[in-house]
């Protein structure tokens, strides 16, 4: 039997404890990390290696995680569906920060509560002009935007051994799908000075016949494939189905007449050869530390100036490499090594 | 309607017994509850029918006729008892004397209503029984409960130190330099301990209390908080307890006590090894100290009655230590004969866990308990010498072995578990499994066979241990992910120093805390509150960490006033009204055990160097 006292006590402690718990979880930030594609995809995961090593501090501030799937949904319809939960999730949630990744976040969910005076965007990711979206003159908005490591290409082709022995220019083309990213990707490719470099063709293509057709004509005509997207080919013109990320790398690593490089590390993972790509990890860390500025600092997110990627990554399978005597300096593969991105 | 309804749940309350019941179960009774009317002459139910109604009478009157014709008119209102009881049929006949309105309350519900509420069924026994005899018969009211124990008369203040001790630890953490997670985790980590030492509640809810507060601010990750309930050393816990469970229930380790004295000479030294050996082969079968001490006392006090030994004479005393050092002396040296050495257990890193989790533990504390058993054996011969010449009666020893007739197949399964346990630790260099799944696989093969029934899982393995074990798993997880292991190193140098350059005085300093602490702290909560501490220290220090658990394990188990420890408590309560030993001496040698603790420990120094632990 307890005593009146110690009832007293007891009451105290736990009103105290649940009252204590209350308010420190209610006055927590709350951050949204809201992604475009789907968990499994090898870019967001590597992006949330990159925000997690950030947002280790769970304690401080709340995270929730949401997941759109447009990668593997990528019909109209879907997109328009995902936008709008995505949405509704937002409008419940009320986060302090969104952290939007990629750019069908921004054009389904994020660029709705640019205006919003309660809710700070963070973007990631974003291929596009943050303009796009119209995040120029928000108030609330900051990000990083993702731009292909055009330089760090140049330099590698540059420096591949055998590759301009020719005595003309190196000739390169870029192929991708026709993804609202790779819009993005190909714009760059198209405006970048690539002296003294020779690009030969940017071509984007829907279906799967049209890429292995592009893949032929392309390497016949120049000295290096580039690609980047390719998780939106459709079957055929008739069937919308896509056709998977390996079949696409496979069939391409064994019928391309020269080397192909991808702006995006996970080609390796796919089966391709090489790739010099935007460092995913830095898109989730620079992210990340935005939001907290604006979270925990209270930093206004238009005082934070947008970035742009600064960082990038070298992924390897070295089997191809030889099989193709496709030779870079060793420090490339020192880097794909020292980064966990070497294939043997 | 109402009023009808009123007043039927009016005469439920009324009856002296039937109101006694619960508020919920009278509720559930009322909704069975239907009238019924009987004419004046008519039957209401016949000597050797069904007894599907028990009935309250609200009009008229009932005689009761017995099957040889004698009539008793009903006392109290109330027939048909039977119907709450295990008889399928009444035992008289009841008739209605004048028009009569009585309320019917069927079996399903009287039976639910008696398992509700335990007593109910003895009182209705004795209600039948009064109408038979013509007299009313009525249970003796209970002895009035015994008042709450010490530490109940300071839970309030007690209460304000839990909330206190959080707060100055939220104010005040910050200076100890550590980041802000580490400083709330802190104010938890206090709150929980302040909760065991006080003795607040009992030991798994402060556990619990913490794993809650960490989940809920978020400070960890949620598998590392929980990181407890998937553990090596829940299993083991789980496999042990449901095996210590078999051993008891199945008669099992009576057998065993029986089979020693009857196999051992008839002399005093040897009933003493008797007694002796069987708690010492129950210690690593049966995972508490309370579980031996509840099984060895009555049957120590069954020898002292028997052999005539004088009462509180030496030899009695020297029995009485006897059958506690068995059971519990060697505690700390098997890693399953007591829940708190899991705990240990569960602090080691995943190493230790790999290397202590079979044989090795044994071995290493094989020198602590030769010294142990040697200062026992010098505490009950030189301090109790004595002149008597008990003889244990083999006739009745045999005759209770023959009552208990050849082994039943719950006592071979609980063997073969043993067996199994012990053949598959032995050999597990061979089969390459490790205990805690040689345990897994026992529990399931008890499981599979009905060995272990589903009421035995649920309510006799100790389940709130389990939860004890696993948040303080989840706590010493949290303690580490958070980096304060480091930090506690960086802010205790001169213990980390003492604990690595001055080993030797570092036990004799560990030793004087801990009885210090004891004095005011139950022993699972020493235990634990200063392996949490201690073990993460001893890491990052270089000191085998198994070592500073174990040692905390051998010294939190003295205790020099009975208050201090629950199991000798139990066997003092053999000691109440007529005594068996003399309490007295019994303390001084329990004295002289403790202070062989600490030699126990400093002997096995050697060997522990010769093995590589330090």
Known sequence: MKRRSEKI?????????????????????????????????????????????????KYLYQVRWYYM?????????????????????????????????????????????????????????????????????????????????????????????????????????????????????????????????????????????????????????????????????RRSAADPTLVPAREVVAWTEAHSPRPVISFNAFYTEDGGMLAIGTSPYEQGEVAAALALQVALAHRAAATLPVRTSAQFIVSMRGASMRTRGFVLPRVYEAAARTGNQYLP | ?????????????????????????????????????????????????????????????????????????????????????????????????????????????????????????????????????????????????????????????????????????????????????????????????????????????????ALLATLLTGLVPVPVVLSG?????????????????VVVSSGLGYRVMLLLLRRLPNRQRWHNLGLFATGLVLTPIIPTANGRIALLGPFYADMVDNLRMERRGRAATRLALSCFSGGTLFSAIFITSKSVNFAVFGLLSPQGQDHFQGMAWLQAALVTAAVLLLAHVAAAVSGCRNAERPQLPAARVAQQCALLGPLTSREWAALGGIGFMVVGIVTSSLHKVQAPWLGFAMLFGLLLCGTLDKKELKEQVDWTFLLYLSGITGIVAAFNHLGLDRALGAHLPALGDSMREHFGLFVLLLYLLINLVRLAAPSNAVTVILATILMPLAQVNGVNEWLVGFIILVFSEAWWLPYQCSYYLQLQELNRGAPLYDEARFLWLNALLNLARLLAVYAAFPWWHLLGIR
């Not at chain 1, 209350?22 to 870019?43: C, R, T």
């Not at chain 2, 203040?157 to 400083?183: C, E, K, M, N």
């Not at chain 2, 309930?229 to 469970?245: E, K, R, V």
């Open chain 1, 9 to 57: 006590m007891l009451a105290l402690f736990m009103g105290g404890a649940l009252l204590l718990f209350g308010w420190y979880n209610a006055s927590k930030p709350s951050i949204l990390v809201l992604h475009s594609y789907d968990p499994d995809y090898a870019w967001v995961r590597d992006i949330n290696v990159g925000l997690n090593r950030v947002l280790d501090k």
């Open chain 1, 69 to 233: 799937d447009t990668k593997r949904h990528p019909s109209p319809g879907y997109k328009a569906s995902a936008g709008t939960a995505a949405r509704n999730v937002i409008a419940t949630m009320r986060p302090d920060v969104v952290i939007a990744i990629d750019d069908d976040a921004q054009e389904y969910a994020a660029r709705h509560f640019a205006a919003d005076p309660h809710i700070a965007i963070v973007f990631a990711g974003v291929n596009r002009e943050a303009a796009d979206y119209g995040y120029a003159r928000a108030p609330r908005v900051t990000g990083i935007l993702e731009r292909i490591p055009l330089d760090a290409m140049r330099e590698a082709l540059q420096s591949a051994i055998g590759l301009g022995l020719q005595g003309r220019p190196i000739r390169v083309a870029y192929l991708g799908d026709r993804s609202e990213t790779v819009d993005g990707d190909a714009a760059q490719v198209s405006h970048y000075d690539w002296r003294p470099l020779r690009l030969g063709g940017v071509l984007q293509v829907d279906t799967w016949p049209a890429w292995q057709a592009a893949v032929t004509d392309l390497g016949a005509a120049n000295d290096v494939l580039l690609v980047s997207g390719y998780r939106r080919l």
């Open chain 2, 1 to 209: 309607m109402m009023d009808a309804l009123g007043a039927d749940a009016a005469r439920l309350q009324e009856d002296v017994l039937i109101g006694g019941a619960s508020p919920p179960s009278m509720a559930r009774l009322l909704a069975q509850a239907s009238r019924r009317h009987f004419g004046a002459g008519s039957p209401i139910y016949a000597a050797g029918a069904a007894a599907d109604c028990f009935y309250l009478l609200l009009e008229g009157e009932v005689e009761l006729v017995s099957p040889l014709g004698s009539r008793r008119a009903v006392r109290a209102g109330r027939f048909g008892e039977e119907a709450a009881s295990a008889a399928h049929a009444y035992l008289t006949g009841a008739f209605a004397v004048a028009d009569t309105t009585v309320l019917c309350l069927p079996r399903a519900a009287m039976q639910a209503l008696a398992r509700a509420n335990p007593l109910l069924q003895t009182d209705l026994l004795l209600s039948l029984t009064s109408h038979l005899a013509g007299e009313t018969l009525a249970r003796a009211p209970l002895p009035a409960k015994p008042p709450a124990p010490g530490y109940r008369r300071h839970a309030a203040p007690g209460w304000l130190l839990v909330i206190v001790l959080a707060l100055l630890t939220l104010a005040f953490g910050a200076r100890l330099g550590i980041g802000d997670g580490g400083v709330i985790f802190l104010a938890i980590f206090a709150a929980t301990v302040a909760m065991w030492i006080c003795n607040l509640v009992d030991d798994y809810i402060p556990a619990l209390f």
């Open chain 2, 229 to 245: 309930f998937a553990s090596d050393g829940f299993l083991m816990a789980l496999s042990t307890l449901a095996l210590g469970t």
